[in-house]
């Protein structure tokens, strides 16, 4: 089950944290925006790709997805991370 829609979730996004981030000088290759399928990768790739490269395809839930993210950078990297919703 969805909160939002994927439309309303870039939105929220891009107005609230990833302004932050390009405020305060986040290099955008640091910024990795993990979604949950093919639907919300479409929508954030088209909204947001060009400016905002790094759009993965994790899994489902967010335990599940907390766990992918752990897992997809090396071990020892520092990860920060943000909920949208």
């Given at each position: 089950m969805r909160l939002l829609d994927p439309a309303?979730?870039?939105e929220i996004i891009q107005e609230k944290t990833l302004a932050l981030l390009k405020q305060q000088g986040?290099?955008?290759?640091?910024?990795y925006i993990?979604?949950?399928?093919?639907?919300?990768?479409?929508?954030?790739?088209?909204?947001?790709?060009r400016d905002w490269p790094n759009?993965?395809?994790?899994?489902k839930t967010l335990w599940r997805q907390r766990n992918?993210?752990?897992?997809f950078f090396k071990e020892g990297t520092h990860?920060?991370?943000?909920l949208n919703v």
């Open positions: 309303a979730q870039v986040v290099p955008r290759h640091r910024v993990f979604v949950a399928d093919a639907l919300e990768y479409e929508t954030y790739h088209r909204a947001i790709g759009i993965v395809i994790g899994v992918f993210i752990t897992e990860i920060v991370s943000w």
